[in-house]
C-alpha cells in the first residue's frame, strides 16, 4: 500500500513541505528554494529537481499553499511553477497549480513587497478576480473592500474563501485520508474585551487518516506567540483543543524563541502557560518536532534558529519519547537531505532508509577524473 | 595493556582485530549518515565500539525501540569473532524476541543472526553488520522480527545430555524412571520408561515432572547452574518450583527405594506467540540435580523431610508428615548444582506430516496391493510422511534378489514381503500405519477373498502397485466403491507410470489404460516406452523367473516421484495419469501428461463398451464437417476377455482413398496396415483393431443399412473364428448404434448421443 508521505526540505532557513497523498494528489504548503548550483559548498537541497522527482510526468500539485509573503516562504516559485496571470510564466515544463491557497493579506497587502512576492500576489489577484483556482484563507469580510474596487460582488467569490475554525473543502478526510483545519487567519476577543486580529499568515492543522488511524500535523509558518497564544484561547474557546493536537509540529519560524515567548531565556526558552500545554499536553507521545532551519548554533545568535528555543523543543521531544529535528541537521549536518516522514496506521514513520554501498554510487556522480 | 576483564577506553587507533578496525574507519567517515561512533573501548581480550544507531520506528511501536539507540559491539581479539552486540540503555526491553540474555552478566544481547557467526565472516562487512543491527532494531520496534510462520523462540538456552521422554507424559499418571548407559559419558542419551510397580530395588534417578504456566516467548535465557536459579527462573513467569517439588517429595511416600536416588526435572513450558494466546508449542528441559545430592537432601532442603541425624537418628529421609508449612530458605537451594538435559519428546503420529511439509495430516483407510520394489519404497515414504492407515496385500516371499531395490533385508528372505513390510514400516514410524498384511493372491484368492473384500470395500482408495494388468483389471472390476489408483514401471524400469481415477471413477483404471496405450502411439516423447528391450536376469529354473535389471537408485528415483502424486492427486477429485521418464545417467526426468476423460458405457448382453467420450465427441464433429456426405473410419481401443469389456480409445480416421457420399460409405485402406503396424508396436499389442463407425445423415435413423449388414457380416466372417469380439458403430444427428459380435453372437445397443459430450474439448488425438 503507497502510505501518504510529509517531506520537509533542507533550504536552511526557508520552509517547504510536501505532502503526498495515497491517491496521488500533493499538496506543497510554502515553497522556498535556496538552492545555488554555482556553490560547490552549498548544502541546501536541489528543491526544483526534488519537487520535479516527486510530481513526476504529472507536472502538477493539487494545491500550493504560501502562508504569507516572506521571501523564505515562496522564492523560486516563479521559476518552478505555472502561473496563470502572464505568459511568461507557462512553460511545458512547468507545474500547475490546481488551486492557490494564501492568505486575506497576501492579496491586500499593499507595503513593501519584493520582487517576486508582487508577482505572487499578482498570480493571486488575477485567480480571484477570475474566481477559479484560487481559496483565501480570511477573516469575514476582510477582503470585500478589494473585490468591490474590483467590481465584484463579494457574494461572488464566497465559495473562494475560507475562515478559521473551518477545514479547507479541496480536501476529504474519506476519500483523501487528510484535512486540512485552518486556525488563522483569525480574529478573537481577548479577555479584556479588545480584538486580537491575524490575517497575514496561514496556520493549519492538518488530520491524516491511515487504516482508521489519525496522525496529526502543526504547520505553523512564522507564527509568532502572540498569535498563537491567540490561536491557543480562540481554539479552546470553540472548544477544539482535538485540532491542536500534534504528532508532528513544524515548529515556528525556523526555531525563533519569539514563536515560543517574548524573552529569549539564558540556555532555554520558557514559554507561557498557554503554549506549553500547546507542545507539552497536546503533543501526542513520540511527537516529532521540526525546525525547518540552519543546524542549531551552539552561540547565541539574533536570526533564528536559537538554541534557547531548541532547548525548550528537545526537552518537550525528551518528555514525549520523541524526537526534535532539523531539517539542515538530517540525517547529518555534512550531508542534508530531504526529511521524510510516512505516515502509517502506527503514525509517523521518518524514514531512515539504508542504501546499500552500491546504490550510494549509483546515485551520485563520481569526482571529476582527468 | 590491561588485566582480562578490565576495559579502558581506546582511541580507534588502538584497536587491534581487523574487523574492529575496518568498522571504526566506516563509522568515522561517514559510510552511513545513521551510525555514530561513540567510543572504542578494549580489555585483554576484546575490542569494543559503542555506536550510536538511528532506528527508523513508527510513532506508535509494539517494542520499546528508541528513534535512537546505542549499541556495544564487543570482538573477541584472538578468535576474530563477534562476542556479542548488546543495546546499553538503561530500561531497554530485557524480554523482546530474539534477545539472548547473557550469561553470567545477566545483560541482553541481541541475535542477529540464525547462523554462527562463523558461516558470515566471509561477507559480513562493516555495512552488512551495521544493517543488519539496525534491521533487528526496526524490526523488533514494529514487532515483525519473529516471521508470523517462523516457530517460537526457545525458553532456555544451553546444551547437556540428550533425553528422550515418551509421548504421552504430560498427561500419564505413570511413575517414570530414568536410565543411560553408564559407560557413554555426558553423551549419553537418556530414557524414560515407565517403573515397574513390584520392582522395590534401588533406583538411581526419578523423574519429577512438572508443568510450568504457559507464557508468551521473549528472551532467551541461558539454563540455570543450581536450583535456585531455576527457582527464581520459573517464579518470574508464575510457577513456584520449591513449593511444587516439596509437595510431589512429600507425596512419594515410602522412601526406602529411592532415597539415595538422583532427581531428576522434567519441566514443560507451553509457549504462545502472544499474550492471551493458545499455547502452540511446548518446550522442554530436564535438569539433573547433581548426583552427589540425593531426593533426601533435597527434600530436606525444602522441609518436606527433617534430617533425622539432627535429631540422634540413624536414619534420613524422614518425612515430615503434618507439620507445619514453613517458608522455604532459597539459599538452602544453591548448593544443589544441576545439570541440563535436553529433552525431546518421542515423535508423535501427527508430527510426521508437518515435518515432512505437507500442511495437512491424512489419514484414510487404504489398501494396497503388491509390495515389491516400487510398492514398498511407496509405502515406507507414506508411513514416514504420516499419509494413510494401511492394508497391505502380497502374495510373494522374499527372495535373495529382491534385496537388490527392496527396502526389506536379507534378514526377509524365505518370508512373506508383507508380513517382513508391515513389521519394517511399524517400527520405522510412531502411530502403527500398516493395519493388516495380507497374504493372499487377489487373481486367486482362494480362502482369502473374504478378508480382501473387507479390506477393498472399507478403502478409500485401492493402490495397486501389483505391476501386472490383469491383477490392476481385478482390482478394477472388485464391487467396492473406493477410487483406484496405479502405479508401475515400464519393463525397462526407467519410467513411472501413474494413474488415479477421478473420485467418482467416472474416470476408470479401463478408460485410463485405454488413453496410455492410445498416448503410446500419437505422442512422439512416449517413443520406445514400451518398446525398448529391458536387460533381464533369470533367478530361477521357472519360464518365468527372470528379473529385470533395475537398480535401487531407479526405483528410489521414480518412487519419490510417485508419493508426492499420490498425496496431491488423492486430495483432488479428478482423474490424472502421466508418464515420467528418466535417464539416471544424465540425471534428467520428463513428464508426459496423458490425457484422460469419462467413459460413456454401453451395455451388449455380457459385454460392456467403455467409449472414451472424446473419441465420441471427435467421430461427431467429424460427421458434422463431412454433411452432407456420410464418413467412417476403424476404432482403437482394449478387449479383456476375462472381464467381457471392451474400451474404445482411439480412432483412424477414412483413409485418403475411401468413398464418402450422402447415402454411403466405403471405408478405404490406404495407408492402414501402416499405422496399425505402429499402434500395435508402440502399445505392446494392447491396443488393438476393435471395429467400424461409419455416420448417417441427419434424419436417417443411426440403425443397419442393408450395406451395413454386409460390412457386420464381413466382421463376423473375419473374428468369430478367433473369438474375438468386433464391433460395428453407426453416429446420426441424435444416438450412437452399436453392434457387438462374439463368437457367433450379436449384441445390440443404441445411446442417445450426451448433450454434454459434444461440447468436450479432451486432448485424444486422432491416429494418422
Same mark, same amino acid.
Given at each position: 500500500m503507497?502510505?501518504?508521505?510529509?517531506?520537509?526540505?533542507?533550504?536552511?532557513?526557508? =520552509?517547504?513541505?510536501?505532502?503526498?497523498?495515497?491517491?496521488?494528489?500533493?499538496?506543497?504548503?510554502?515553497y522556498a528554494?535556496?538552492?545555488d548550483?554555482?556553490?560547490? =559548498?552549498c548544502?541546501?537541497?536541489?528543491?526544483?529537481?526534488?519537487?520535479?522527482?516527486?510530481?513526476?510526468?504529472?507536472?502538477?500539485?493539487?494545491?500550493l499553499?504560501?502562508?504569507?509573503l516572506?521571501?523564505?516562504?515562496?522564492?523560486?516559485v516563479?521559476?518552478?511553477?505555472?502561473?496563470?496571470?502572464?505568459e511568461?510564466y507557462?512553460?511545458?515544463?512547468?507545474?500547475k497549480i490546481?488551486?492557490?491557497?494564501?492568505?486575506?493579506?497576501?492579496?491586500?497587502?499593499?507595503g513593501?513587497?519584493?520582487?517576486e512576492?508582487?508577482?505572487i500576489?499578482?498570480?493571486?489577484?488575477?485567480?480571484?478576480?477570475?474566481?477559479?483556482?484560487?481559496r483565501?484563507?480570511?477573516?469575514?469580510n476582510?477582503?470585500?473592500?478589494?473585490?468591490?474596487?474590483?467590481?465584484?460582488?463579494?457574494? =461572488?467569490?464566497?465559495n473562494?474563501?475560507?475562515?478559521?475554525?473551518?477545514?479547507?473543502?479541496?480536501f476529504?478526510?474519506?476519500?483523501?485520508g487528510?484535512?486540512?483545519?485552518?486556525?488563522?487567519?483569525?480574529?478573537?476577543?481577548?479577555?479584556?474585551?479588545?480584538?486580537?486580529?491575524?490575517?497575514?499568515?496561514?496556520?493549519?492543522?492538518?488530520?491524516?487518516e491511515?487504516?482508521?488511524?489519525?496522525?496529526?500535523?502543526?504547520?505553523?509558518? =512564522?507564527?509568532?506567540?502572540?498569535?498563537l497564544d491567540?490561536?491557543?484561547?480562540?481554539?479552546?474557546?470553540?472548544?477544539?483543543e482535538?485540532?491542536?493536537?500534534?504528532?508532528?509540529?513544524?515548529?515556528?519560524h525556523?526555531?525563533?524563541?519569539?514563536s515560543?515567548?517574548?524573552?529569549?531565556?539564558?540556555?532555554?526558552?520558557?514559554?507561557?502557560?498557554?503554549i506549553?500545554?500547546?507542545?507539552?499536553q497536546q503533543?501526542?507521545?513520540?511527537?516529532?518536532l521540526?525546525s525547518?532551519?540552519?543546524?542549531i548554533?551552539?552561540?547565541d545568535?539574533?536570526?533564528?534558529?536559537?538554541r534557547?528555543a531548541?532547548?525548550y523543543?528537545?526537552d518537550?521531544a525528551?518528555?514525549l519519547?520523541?524526537e526534535?529535528?532539523?531539517?539542515?541537521?538530517?540525517?547529518?549536518k555534512?550531508?542534508?537531505?530531504a526529511?521524510?516522514?510516512?505516515?502509517?496506521?502506527n503514525?509517523?514513520?521518518?524514514?531512515?532508509?539504508?542504501?546499500?554501498?552500491?546504490?550510494a554510487?549509483?546515485n551520485?556522480?563520481?569526482p571529476?577524473?582527468? | 595493556m590491561?588485566?582480562?576483564?578490565?576495559?579502558?577506553v581506546?582511541?580507534?587507533?588502538?584497536l587491534?582485530?581487523?574487523?574492529a578496525?575496518s568498522?571504526?574507519?566506516?563509522?568515522?567517515?561517514?559510510?552511513?549518515?545513521?551510525?555514530r561512533?561513540?567510543?572504542c573501548?578494549?580489555?585483554?581480550?576484546l575490542?569494543?565500539?559503542?555506536i550510536e544507531?538511528?532506528v527508523?520506528?513508527?510513532?506508535r $511501536?509494539?517494542?520499546?525501540?528508541?528513534?535512537?539507540?546505542?549499541v556495544?559491539?564487543?570482538?573477541?581479539?584472538?578468535?576474530?569473532?563477534l562476542r556479542?552486540c548488546r543495546?546499553i540503555?538503561?530500561?531497554?526491553?530485557?524480554?523482546?524476541?530474539h534477545i539472548?540474555?547473557?550469561?553470567?552478566?545477566?545483560?541482553?544481547y541481541?541475535?542477529?543472526?540464525?547462523r554462527?557467526?562463523?558461516?558470515?565472516?566471509?561477507t559480513?562487512t562493516p555495512?552488512?553488520?551495521?544493517?543488519r543491527?539496525?534491521?533487528w532494531?526496526?524490526?523488533t520496534?514494529?514487532?515483525?522480527? $519473529?516471521?508470523?510462520?517462523?516457530?517460537?523462540?526457545?525458553?532456555?538456552?544451553?546444551?547437556?545430555?540428550?533425553?528422550?521422554?515418551?509421548?504421552?507424559?504430560?498427561?500419564?499418571?505413570?511413575?517414570?524412571?530414568?536410565?543411560?548407559?553408564?559407560d557413554?559419558?555426558?553423551?549419553?542419551v537418556?530414557?524414560f520408561?515407565?517403573?515397574d510397580?513390584?520392582?522395590?530395588?534401588?533406583?538411581?534417578?526419578?523423574?519429577?515432572?512438572?508443568?510450568?504456566?504457559?507464557?508468551?516467548?521473549?528472551a532467551?535465557?541461558?539454563v540455570?547452574?543450581?536450583?535456585?536459579?531455576?527457582?527464581e527462573?520459573?517464579?518470574?513467569?508464575?510457577?513456584d518450583?520449591?513449593?511444587?517439588?516439596? #509437595?510431589?517429595i512429600a507425596s512419594?511416600?515410602?522412601t526406602?527405594?529411592f532415597?539415595?536416588?538422583?532427581l531428576v526435572?522434567?519441566?514443560?513450558?507451553p509457549?504462545?506467540?502472544?499474550?492471551?494466546?493458545?499455547?502452540?508449542s511446548?518446550?522442554?528441559?530436564g535438569?539433573?540435580?547433581?548426583?552427589?545430592?540425593?531426593?533426601?537432601?533435597?527434600?530436606?532442603?525444602?522441609?518436606?523431610f527433617?534430617?533425622?541425624?539432627?535429631?540422634?537418628i540413624?536414619?534420613?529421609g524422614?518425612?515430615?508428615?503434618?507439620?507445619k508449612?514453613e517458608?522455604?530458605?532459597?539459599?538452602n537451594?544453591?548448593?544443589?548444582n544441576?545439570?541440563?538435559?535436553v529433552?525431546q519428546?518421542?515423535?508423535?503420529?501427527?508430527?510426521?506430516?508437518?515435518?515432512?511439509?505437507?500442511?495437512?495430516?491424512?489419514k484414510?483407510?487404504?489398501?494396497?496391493v503388491?509390495?515389491?520394489?516400487?510398492?514398498?519404497?511407496?509405502?515406507e515414504?507414506?508411513?514416514?510422511a504420516?499419509?494413510?492407515?494401511?492394508?497391505?496385500?502380497?502374495?510373494?516371499?522374499?527372495?535373495?534378489?529382491?534385496?537388490?531395490? $527392496?527396502?526389506?533385508?536379507?534378514?526377509?528372505?524365505?518370508?512373506?514381503?508383507?508380513?517382513?513390510?508391515?513389521?519394517?514400516?511399524?517400527?520405522l514410524?510412531?502411530?502403527?500405519?500398516?493395519?493388516?498384511?495380507i497374504?493372499a493372491?487377489?487373481?486367486?484368492?482362494?480362502?482369502?477373498?473374504?478378508?480382501?473384500?473387507?479390506?477393498?470395500n472399507?478403502?478409500?482408495?485401492?493402490?495397486?502397485?501389483?505391476?501386472?494388468?490383469?491383477?490392476?483389471?481385478?482390482?478394477c472390476?472388485?464391487?467396492?466403491k473406493?477410487? #483406484?489408483?496405479?502405479?508401475f514401471?515400464?519393463?525397462?524400469?526407467?519410467d513411472?507410470v501413474?494413474?488415479?481415477e477421478?473420485?467418482d #471413477?467416472?474416470i476408470?483404471?479401463?478408460?485410463?489404460?485405454?488413453?496410455?496405450y492410445?498416448?503410446?502411439h500419437?505422442?512422439?516423447a512416449l517413443?520406445?516406452?514400451?518398446t525398448?528391450?529391458?536387460?533381464?536376469?533369470?533367478?530361477g529354473n521357472?519360464?518365468?523367473?527372470?528379473?529385470?535389471?533395475?537398480?535401487?537408485?531407479?526405483?528410489s528415483?521414480?518412487?519419490?516421484?510417485?508419493?508426492?502424486?499420490?498425496?496431491?492427486?488423492?486430495?483432488?477429485?479428478?482423474?490424472?495419469a502421466?508418464?515420467? #521418464?528418466s535417464?539416471?545417467?544424465?540425471g534428467?526426468?520428463?513428464?508426459?501428461n496423458i490425457?484422460?476423460?469419462p467413459?460413456?458405457?454401453?451395455?451388449?448382453?455380457?459385454w460392456?463398451?467403455r467409449?472414451?467420450?472424446?473419441v465420441l465427441?471427435?467421430l461427431?464433429?467429424?460427421?458434422?464437417?463431412?454433411?452432407?456426405?456420410e464418413?467412417?473410419?476403424?476404432?482403437l481401443?482394449?478387449?479383456?476377455?476375462e472381464?467381457?469389456?471392451i474400451?474404445?480409445?482411439? $480412432?483412424?480416421?477414412?483413409?485418403?482413398?475411401s468413398?464418402?457420399?450422402?447415402?454411403?460409405?466405403?471405408?478405404?485402406?490406404?495407408g492402414?496396415?501402416?499405422?496399425m503396424?505402429?499402434v500395435?508396436?508402440?502399445?505392446d499389442?494392447q491396443?488393438?483393431?476393435?471395429?467400424?463407425?461409419h455416420?448417417?445423415?441427419?434424419?436417417v435413423?443411426?440403425?443397419?443399412s442393408?450395406?451395413?449388414?454386409n460390412?457386420?457380416?464381413?466382421?463376423?466372417?473375419?473374428?468369430?473364428?478367433?473369438?474375438?469380439?468386433?464391433?460395428?458403430?453407426?453416429?446420426?444427428?441424435?444416438?450412437v448404434?452399436?453392434?457387438?459380435?462374439?463368437?457367433?453372437k450379436q449384441f445390440?445397443?443404441?445411446?442417445?448421443?450426451?448433450?454434454?459430450?459434444?461440447?468436450?474439448?479432451?486432448?485424444?488425438?486422432?491416429?494418422?
Amino acid at each position: 500500500m503507497t502510505l501518504p508521505k510529509a517531506i520537509f526540505y533542507p533550504s536552511g532557513n526557508a =520552509d517547504t513541505c510536501l505532502i503526498q497523498l495515497k491517491n496521488n494528489r500533493r499538496i506543497i504548503f510554502d515553497y522556498a528554494n535556496n538552492y545555488d548550483a554555482e556553490n560547490d =559548498d552549498c548544502k541546501y537541497i536541489d528543491l526544483e529537481s526534488e519537487i520535479r522527482k516527486a510530481v513526476g510526468n504529472e507536472k502538477k500539485v493539487t494545491v500550493l499553499a504560501i502562508s504569507h509573503l516572506d521571501r523564505d516562504h515562496y522564492r523560486k516559485v516563479s521559476d518552478l511553477f505555472w502561473l496563470e496571470y502572464a505568459e511568461k510564466y507557462q512553460g511545458d515544463d512547468r507545474i500547475k497549480i490546481e488551486t492557490l491557497w494564501v492568505p486575506a493579506a497576501l492579496i491586500l497587502e499593499e507595503g513593501s513587497v519584493k520582487e517576486e512576492g508582487r508577482i505572487i500576489r499578482a498570480e493571486a489577484r488575477y485567480r480571484l478576480k477570475e474566481g477559479k483556482g484560487i481559496r483565501v484563507f480570511s477573516n469575514p469580510n476582510a477582503l470585500d473592500d478589494w473585490l468591490e474596487r474590483e467590481g465584484i460582488a463579494p457574494e =461572488d467569490r464566497k465559495n473562494l474563501i475560507t475562515h478559521a475554525g473551518n477545514p479547507a473543502p479541496e480536501f476529504d478526510l474519506a476519500k483523501d485520508g487528510v484535512e486540512f483545519f485552518v486556525h488563522s487567519p483569525f480574529s478573537v476577543t481577548g479577555d479584556e474585551g479588545e480584538v486580537v486580529r491575524n490575517d497575514s499568515a496561514i496556520f493549519m492543522h492538518v488530520t491524516f487518516e491511515v487504516e482508521e488511524e489519525q496522525t496529526c500535523l502543526i504547520l505553523s509558518a =512564522d507564527c509568532p506567540h502572540e498569535i498563537l497564544d491567540a490561536i491557543i484561547r480562540a481554539t479552546k474557546k470553540h472548544g477544539n483543543e482535538a485540532r491542536l493536537v500534534s504528532d508532528i509540529n513544524n515548529v515556528a519560524h525556523h526555531c525563533s524563541y519569539r514563536s515560543l515567548a517574548e524573552e529569549k531565556g539564558d540556555d532555554k526558552t520558557e514559554p507561557n502557560e498557554n503554549i506549553k500545554w500547546f507542545y507539552e499536553q497536546q503533543g501526542n507521545r513520540g511527537c516529532i518536532l521540526i525546525s525547518t532551519s540552519d543546524p542549531i548554533p551552539t552561540e547565541d545568535t539574533k536570526q533564528p534558529p536559537h538554541r534557547q528555543a531548541a532547548a525548550y523543543y528537545k526537552d518537550v521531544a525528551k518528555t514525549l519519547k520523541g524526537e526534535f529535528l532539523v531539517t539542515m541537521e538530517h540525517p547529518t549536518k555534512s550531508n542534508p537531505k530531504a526529511l521524510v516522514l510516512e505516515i502509517t496506521g502506527n503514525g509517523h514513520r521518518v524514514k531512515k532508509s539504508m542504501p546499500a554501498p552500491f546504490f550510494a554510487v549509483s546515485n551520485k556522480k563520481p569526482p571529476r577524473a582527468g | 595493556m590491561n588485566t582480562k576483564n578490565q576495559e579502558e577506553v581506546i582511541s580507534s587507533k588502538q584497536l587491534r582485530l581487523p574487523r574492529a578496525i575496518s568498522l571504526s574507519r566506516f563509522l568515522e567517515n561517514d559510510g552511513s549518515p545513521y551510525f555514530r561512533l561513540i567510543e572504542c573501548r578494549a580489555s585483554e581480550s576484546l575490542d569494543i565500539l559503542i555506536i550510536e544507531v538511528d532506528v527508523e520506528v513508527s510513532q506508535r $511501536h509494539v517494542v520499546d525501540i528508541s528513534p535512537i539507540e546505542t549499541v556495544e559491539l564487543s570482538f573477541n581479539v584472538q578468535k576474530d569473532s563477534l562476542r556479542g552486540c548488546r543495546p546499553i540503555r538503561n530500561d531497554f526491553p530485557m524480554d523482546a524476541v530474539h534477545i539472548m540474555i547473557g550469561y553470567p552478566d545477566n545483560q541482553p544481547y541481541i541475535c542477529l543472526w540464525d547462523r554462527p557467526f562463523e558461516e558470515l565472516k566471509p561477507t559480513l562487512t562493516p555495512y552488512a553488520l551495521l544493517a543488519r543491527i539496525k534491521y533487528w532494531l526496526e524490526k523488533t520496534a514494529d514487532g515483525t522480527l $519473529h516471521e508470523i510462520d517462523q516457530p517460537l523462540e526457545p525458553v532456555l538456552l544451553g546444551s547437556g545430555i540428550q533425553a528422550i521422554i515418551p509421548a504421552d507424559i504430560e498427561n500419564s499418571s505413570k511413575r517414570y524412571v530414568a536410565f543411560a548407559n553408564p559407560d557413554a559419558g555426558l553423551d549419553s542419551v537418556i530414557q524414560f520408561v515407565e517403573k515397574d510397580p513390584s520392582d522395590t530395588g534401588k533406583q538411581s534417578c526419578i523423574l519429577a515432572s512438572f508443568t510450568v504456566p504457559p507464557i508468551e516467548h521473549r528472551a532467551v535465557q541461558y539454563v540455570p547452574t543450581n536450583l535456585k536459579e531455576l527457582h527464581e527462573i520459573l517464579a518470574r513467569i508464575g510457577f513456584d518450583l520449591s513449593g511444587e517439588l516439596k #509437595r510431589w517429595i512429600a507425596s512419594i511416600g515410602d522412601t526406602s527405594t529411592f532415597k539415595e536416588a538422583s532427581l531428576v526435572l522434567l519441566l514443560s513450558f507451553p509457549k504462545m506467540r502472544m499474550q492471551q494466546g493458545v499455547a502452540e508449542s511446548i518446550e522442554y528441559w530436564g535438569f539433573i540435580v547433581a548426583k552427589k545430592h540425593t531426593i533426601t537432601q533435597v527434600g530436606e532442603a525444602l522441609g518436606a523431610f527433617i534430617d533425622a541425624s539432627s535429631y540422634g537418628i540413624s536414619a534420613t529421609g524422614v518425612l515430615l508428615g503434618d507439620k507445619k508449612e514453613e517458608e522455604i530458605n532459597l539459599k538452602n537451594l544453591e548448593k544443589f548444582n544441576i545439570f541440563s538435559v535436553v529433552v525431546q519428546p518421542e515423535l508423535k503420529s501427527e508430527d510426521l506430516p508437518i515435518l515432512s511439509g505437507y500442511s495437512k495430516s491424512l489419514k484414510p483407510l487404504l489398501t494396497a496391493v503388491g509390495v515389491g520394489a516400487v510398492g514398498s519404497s511407496i509405502l515406507e515414504l507414506a508411513v514416514r510422511a504420516g499419509f494413510g492407515e494401511w492394508n497391505i496385500v502380497d502374495k510373494d516371499v522374499f527372495l535373495p534378489h529382491n534385496v537388490i531395490r $527392496h527396502i526389506l533385508g536379507k534378514y526377509a528372505v524365505g518370508r512373506h514381503k508383507v508380513e517382513c513390510v508391515e513389521v519394517y514400516l511399524n517400527a520405522l514410524v510412531p502411530g502403527n500405519p500398516i493395519q493388516k498384511a495380507i497374504v493372499a493372491d487377489i487373481k486367486n484368492p482362494r480362502n482369502k477373498q473374504e478378508v480382501l473384500d473387507k479390506s477393498f470395500n472399507g478403502a478409500e482408495m485401492i493402490v495397486d502397485f501389483s505391476a501386472s494388468v490383469v491383477a490392476a483389471r481385478q482390482l478394477c472390476e472388485h464391487e467396492s466403491k473406493a477410487r #483406484r489408483c496405479s502405479v508401475f514401471l515400464n519393463p525397462t524400469g526407467k519410467d513411472l507410470v501413474f494413474f488415479i481415477e477421478s473420485s467418482d #471413477r467416472s474416470i476408470s483404471l479401463w478408460d485410463i489404460e485405454g488413453s496410455y496405450y492410445a498416448a503410446l502411439h500419437h505422442e512422439m516423447a512416449l517413443d520406445g516406452h514400451l518398446t525398448e528391450d529391458a536387460s533381464t536376469n533369470r533367478y530361477g529354473n521357472g519360464c518365468r523367473d527372470i528379473t529385470t535389471q533395475i537398480s535401487a537408485a531407479q526405483t528410489s528415483i521414480l518412487s519419490g516421484i510417485a508419493f508426492p502424486q499420490m498425496l496431491e492427486r488423492f486430495q483432488s477429485p479428478k482423474g490424472f495419469a502421466a508418464v515420467w #521418464r528418466s535417464d539416471l545417467q544424465s540425471g534428467e526426468i520428463k513428464r508426459i501428461n496423458i490425457a484422460v476423460s469419462p467413459a460413456v458405457e454401453m451395455k451388449a448382453d455380457e459385454w460392456r463398451i467403455r467409449w472414451n467420450s472424446e473419441v465420441l465427441a471427435q467421430l461427431f464433429v467429424a460427421r458434422q464437417k463431412s454433411l452432407p456426405n456420410e464418413t467412417g473410419g476403424i476404432l482403437l481401443g482394449l478387449v479383456d476377455l476375462e472381464h467381457k469389456m471392451i474400451s474404445i480409445s482411439a $480412432h483412424v480416421f477414412a483413409p485418403v482413398d475411401s468413398v464418402q457420399r450422402p447415402y454411403g460409405f466405403e471405408r478405404g485402406v490406404q495407408g492402414l496396415e501402416d499405422v496399425m503396424n505402429d499402434v500395435i508396436k508402440q502399445s505392446d499389442g494392447q491396443l488393438r483393431y476393435i471395429g467400424e463407425w461409419h455416420s448417417h445423415p441427419d434424419g436417417v435413423a443411426a440403425s443397419p443399412s442393408k450395406d451395413d449388414e454386409n460390412v457386420f457380416q464381413y466382421l463376423s466372417n473375419c473374428f468369430d473364428i478367433s473369438g474375438e469380439p468386433y464391433c460395428m458403430a453407426i453416429i446420426n444427428n441424435k444416438d450412437v448404434f452399436l453392434r457387438t459380435g462374439s463368437e457367433g453372437k450379436q449384441f445390440e445397443t443404441k445411446l442417445p448421443i450426451p448433450k454434454a459430450l459434444l461440447q468436450t474439448k479432451g486432448e485424444i488425438h486422432e491416429l494418422t
